[in-house]
């Protein structure tokens, strides 16, 4: 790993002068920050930093990346970190990596500048090639939400995607119905598969043989649920009801369904998942699996700012429970 003296070397300045931008002790032309920045980038040097903010921890402040702050399961989980961070005297600091790799390095390493004392990650799925190029993460304590990355130093708190799923499909099954669909989470992403499994052991407990025509793939928003209800659609034949892994496709799906003339319910149930604010309010108000987002977000914090505190914690993984929220997008199968 690199130290302070080959950061001086390649930005052409001393150490005293590197240490000064580390620990903005005196001012610097902001021309020769950037080219310590630079070097710091370059060389991938940062632990002084982050053994200071642990030491010290001055800056009281906790970063926070997220997949996408659009999605308003993200936004309300977001919403009771920001809260309860507050309550606990911290300060949040938000990025938004839609996706992207290069984004999510950004913001770790501008983070890591200002001495943040912890990180959560809730983006972490996909992008491990992002961790794998900071060695020095591994000193800062970093807890991951919803989706886990391959790291046995981290925490993580995470939904049970399998039960919820499961859940879903059988209050299907028990309104009688059998010709059950499924729009599921890209399978790149575990709790799409988790979920997907859950609708599956559902099905072959009651005996059940899903028909993969019914089984459809989107990307956890709208336009993917709506043409995937549009290809399910364009079957020879379709079910009577479909489990959809998340609120935001189940919003495309049912504007498609409505724009090909079905009814929701008396035409096609459908069970969402997460249980975000706005799925109350959806015409018929959807059924859904809650997700506890305040309690995903308050774990995540409290174990967060145990770690900081240095407390020896054996378990590194939390599993909250999802439950069951029944309204109106559902009903009890009607032979055609």
């Known amino acids: 790993?690199?130290?302070?003296?080959?950061?001086?070397?390649?930005?052409?300045?001393?150490?005293?002068?590197?240490?000064?931008?580390i620990n903005e002790t005196r001012f610097v032309a902001e021309e020769t920050r950037e080219r310590v920045f630079a070097a710091m980038q370059a060389l991938n040097y940062a632990p002084s930093l982050v053994a200071r903010s642990l030491k010290v921890k001055e800056t009281n402040s906790i970063g926070m990346l997220v997949t996408t702050s659009s999605n308003p399961f993200f936004a309300e989980v977001v919403r009771g970190v920001?809260?309860?961070?507050?309550?606990?005297?911290?300060?949040l600091m938000l990025g938004n990596t839609e996706g992207q790799a290069e984004t999510a390095l950004s913001y770790l390493k501008m983070m890591l500048r200002k001495r943040v004392d912890g990180l959560?990650?809730?983006?972490?799925?996909?992008?491990?090639?992002?961790?794998?190029?900071?060695?020095?993460?591994?000193?800062l304590p970093v807890v991951v939400m919803d989706w886990g990355m391959e790291n046995k130093e981290v925490d993580?708190?995470?939904?049970?995607?399998?039960?919820?799923?499961?859940?879903?499909?059988?209050?299907?099954?028990?309104?009688?119905?059998?010709?059950?669909?499924?729009?599921?989470?890209?399978?790149?992403?575990?709790?799409?598969?988790?979920?997907?499994?859950?609708y599956a052991q559902a099905?072959?407990?009651a005996g059940l043989v899903p028909n993969p025509a019914w089984i459809q793939e989107g990307d956890f928003d709208c336009a993917s649920g709506h043409d995937a209800m549009l290809r399910l659609l364009s079957q020879p034949s379709r079910p009577s009801a479909l489990f959809v892994c998340n609120d935001m496709m189940a919003m495309g799906a049912i504007s498609a369904a409505h724009q090909a003339g079905l009814k929701i319910p008396q035409d096609l149930s459908l069970v969402g998942y997460d249980n975000?604010?706005?799925?109350?309010?959806?015409?018929?108000?959807?059924?859904?699996?809650?997700?506890?987002?305040?309690?995903?977000?308050?774990?995540?914090?409290?174990?967060?700012l145990a770690r900081i505190n240095g407390e020896q914690i054996d378990n590194r993984m939390i599993t909250v429970e999802p439950n069951l929220t029944i309204r109106e997008s559902c009903a009890t199968f009607l032979p055609r």
């Not at 920001?82 to 300060?91: H, I, K, T, W």
């Not at 975000?276 to 967060?304: C, D, F, H, W």
Request: aromatic residues 6%.
């Open 156 to 198: 993580l708190i995470a939904d049970n995607s399998h039960r919820g799923g499961y859940l879903a499909t059988r209050h299907l099954l028990a309104l009688g119905h059998t010709d059950i669909g499924c729009i599921t989470g890209p399978h790149s992403r575990a709790p799409a598969d988790q979920r997907l499994a859950g």
């Open 203 to 205: 099905m072959q407990e």
């Open 120 to 139: 959560l990650i809730m983006c972490s799925e996909g992008q491990q090639e992002v961790f794998n190029q900071l060695d020095w993460l591994k000193s």
């Open 82 to 91: 920001e809260r309860y961070c507050f309550e606990q005297g911290y300060n």
């Open 276 to 304: 975000v604010a706005l799925a109350q309010y959806m015409s018929p108000p959807l059924t859904t699996i809650n997700q506890p987002k305040e309690e995903l977000g308050r774990l995540a914090v409290t174990r967060l």
């Open 1 to 21: 790993m690199a130290n302070i003296k080959e950061v001086a070397a390649r930005a052409g300045v001393s150490t005293t002068t590197v240490s000064h931008v």
